[in-house]
């Protein structure tokens, strides 16, 4: 049997490091680990909570990776639906 790995990460857009201040940088290395996660066979998908940074989540995750939420209250709602589309 075949199973698909997945990584669902919760954020909000911005990416962060203890030790690095460069917004640019910390999203190319998001980008890159998230490309090295695909390469070793895991999906990355992201949910985007009360984000402004779409143009940062679709530069780490690609334009079909993610969607936004307005609020984190919506996740109980919204994750089922998400399950469902990432699973087929």
Same mark, same amino acid.
């Given at each position: 049997t075949n199973y698909r790995k =997945? #990584? =669902?990460i919760i954020s909000d857009g911005e990416p962060s490091d203890i030790d690095v201040d460069d917004s640019e940088y910390l999203v190319e290395d998001a980008k890159y680990a998230v490309?090295? #996660?695909a390469y070793n066979? %895991?999906?990355v998908f992201c949910v985007?909570?009360?984000s402004e940074s779409n143009k940062n989540l679709s530069r780490i995750f690609g334009n079909?990776?993610?969607v %936004? %939420?307005?609020s984190a209250s919506e996740l109980?709602?919204?994750l089922p639906l998400i399950? #469902?589309? #990432?699973?087929k």
């Open positions: =997945l #990584l =669902l490309k090295r #996660l066979g %895991i999906d985007g909570v009360e079909k990776n993610y %936004i %939420i307005k109980p709602k919204k399950y #469902l589309t #990432l699973s």
